[in-house]
């Protein structure tokens, strides 16, 4: 089993920024991936970004040019650096990791992000 808490949330107006930090433990051996996924009320979860051990990435349309995930092997730790945050991007973000670059098989409990004036 992996274990992620996320760290970093909060409200933020339009045009802020937030960066929201996770850290893994246990058996962290299997982790390939790690990401971020958000869910919306009433909406699915879906990918916001995901880096693999070798550092591809993945982003989701929605935040080219205003998202970034980075990775800390060493200190087991995912970031993601939100720009520009839009109300749209209001859900709660969940890290994840997992034995590929989609990142899927573990989850963290979640941390709501807020973007309103």
């Known amino acids: 089993q992996v274990q992620l808490v996320e760290s970093g949330g909060g409200a933020v107006q339009p045009g802020g920024s937030l960066r929201l930090s996770c850290s893994a433990s246990?058996?962290?051996?299997?982790?390939?991936?790690m990401g971020w996924y958000r869910q919306a009320p009433g909406k699915q979860r879906e990918l916001v970004a995901t880096v693999t051990v070798d550092d591809r990435t993945k982003l989701a349309d929605s935040v080219k040019g205003r998202f970034t995930i980075s990775r800390d092997n060493a200190k087991n730790m995912v970031y993601l650096q939100m720009n520009s945050l839009k109300p749209e991007d209001t859900a709660v973000y969940f890290c994840?990791?997992?034995?590929?670059?989609?990142?899927?098989?573990?989850w963290g409990r979640g941390t709501q992000v807020t973007v309103s004036s």
């Open positions: 246990g058996s962290i051996f299997n982790i390939y991936g």
């Open positions: 994840s990791s997992g034995r590929d670059s989609w990142a899927a098989d573990y």
